[in-house]
């Protein structure tokens, strides 16, 4: 693993609700396996088998731990104490400039039901893309959402992420095929808005 890929110092790890951002994990697999197995629309939307054993739990955390080695992904489990409730991560890394000079990745994300519409999966979405973009000084992040997904356009919106177009008939599930939408988010414009954030919350302390 290139080590700028795994030194992850400088990512703010805390969350609302007292939640928090780490690596995940082998012994995830039993939290991991609950949580797939009580949330179908995670299934549905991140593509996911239901996890019957505890074995094919593991077998998706050493899959997902192989591709950080090879430095084409990186996960990090949201957790509550250390009870894994989500996840957010990055796939498609490329971390070395391409014959076209870019840096890019695509990111995603999902959390388990009782903890959603708290703020949690922006802060956290946040969190990595200001790791991902100051860091790792990613040029382009990508994201999409199946078309009729409200919640996760929401969140991809209040990100600042601009939409781009759509995959007609990408995803093919319960025998009908579905629209991707897909937005993307520049370097430069992560660090204007960051500027303007910054502004304003000056701006509300000295009020």
Known sequence: MNENVGNTSRL???LPKGLRLRPIRLRDAPQLRRVLQENEDIRKFMGYAALTSLQEAARLI???NAEEEADVARWWAIVDGDRLVGA???????????R???????????????????GVVTAAARSVLDFAFCGWELHKV?????KFNAASQ??????????IGIER???????????????????TQWK???????RSALKRRSS
């Open 12 to 14: 703010r790890s805390v």
């Open 142 to 146: 990508k994201i999409g959402h199946v």
């Open 154 to 163: 929401a969140v991809i919106r209040k990100l600042g992420f601009r939409r």
């Open 169 to 187: 008939r990408e995803f093919h599930w319960h025998g009908k095929w579905m629209d991707h939408v897909i937005y993307e988010l520049l370097r």
């Open 100 to 118: 076209w000079g870019q840096k890019t990745g695509t990111l995603g994300y999902w959390l388990d039901q009782p903890y959603r519409n708290k």
């Open 192 to 198: 204007s808005m960051k500027r303007l954030r910054s």
């Open 88 to 98: 957010v991560f990055f796939l498609r890394l490329e971390l070395n400039p391409s």
């Open 62 to 64: 050493r899959s997902v």
